[in-house]
């Protein structure tokens, strides 16, 4: 088991397939390296999927918090001129104006499972973006923080303050767009 929610799981197969069938779409619409993709969802299996999906395609992807306030998610949203927005449909009447195109991932389902289920080949390096996290804005406005593919392959291999093997498991308790959430 690769990831479980609730009474949810999914399998590392069955992740691999969900993710790379909505890499494959993000690729259709034009995602590549370093397209901005938001992820604009509650917590859930759903959320998992689609950050590995933006990663595969090759796009960076942009956490979007649905407790944030509209003021500050009007700020990100302007900021960063999303082309492409992933989401839930039970969020769709909370999410602030925007001329990205909305991908429900639940909603829409059944047209992702069309899509190929094998491994995407972006063509990244590890100096493109992988996501862009805003920092919290206590000296003044939110600042979006652009991190490489390098940045997280830093912060989970060859590490000397964390051992991980196959038999551990790990509680994401950090929200998604709070730079913990990576690890």
Same mark, same amino acid.
């Given at each position: 088991i690769a990831v479980v929610c609730g009474?949810? @799981?999914? @399998?590392? $197969?069955?992740?691999n397939h969900r993710a790379n069938r909505l890499a494959h779409h993000l690729q259709s619409l034009g995602v590549g390296a370093e397209t901005l993709v938001g992820i604009y969802m509650e917590r859930s299996i759903d959320l998992i999927v689609s950050t590995l999906a933006i990663i595969k395609a %090759? %796009? $960076?992807y942009v956490p979007l918090d649905p407790t944030t306030p509209v003021a500050r998610l009007?700020? +990100? *949203? !302007? !900021?960063?001129?999303?082309?492409?927005? *992933?989401?839930?449909? !039970? *969020?769709?009447?909370?999410?602030?104006?925007t001329t990205a195109q909305m991908i429900c991932v639940d909603r829409d &389902?059944?047209?992702?499972? @069309? $899509?190929?289920? @094998?491994? #995407?080949? #972006?063509a990244i390096t590890p100096t493109n973006l992988a996501y862009i996290i805003y920092t919290s804005g206590s000296t =003044?406005? #939110?600042? %979006?923080? +652009?991190? #490489?593919? &390098? =940045?997280?392959? &830093?912060?989970?291999? !060859?590490?000397n303050y964390v051992s991980l093997n196959a038999s551990d498991r790990i509680a994401q308790a950090a929200n998604t767009a709070f730079d913990a959430a990576t690890f």
């Open positions: 009474t949810e @799981s999914l @399998s590392y $197969a069955a992740l %090759g %796009g $960076a009007n700020l +990100m *949203l !302007d !900021d960063t001129q999303l082309p492409i927005l *992933l989401t839930q449909a !039970d *969020l769709l009447a909370q999410l602030p104006t &389902r059944p047209l992702l499972a @069309s $899509a190929a289920e @094998s491994n #995407p080949t #972006p =003044g406005i #939110p600042k %979006g923080v +652009m991190i #490489p593919h &390098r =940045g997280i392959t &830093r912060l989970v291999l !060859d590490t």
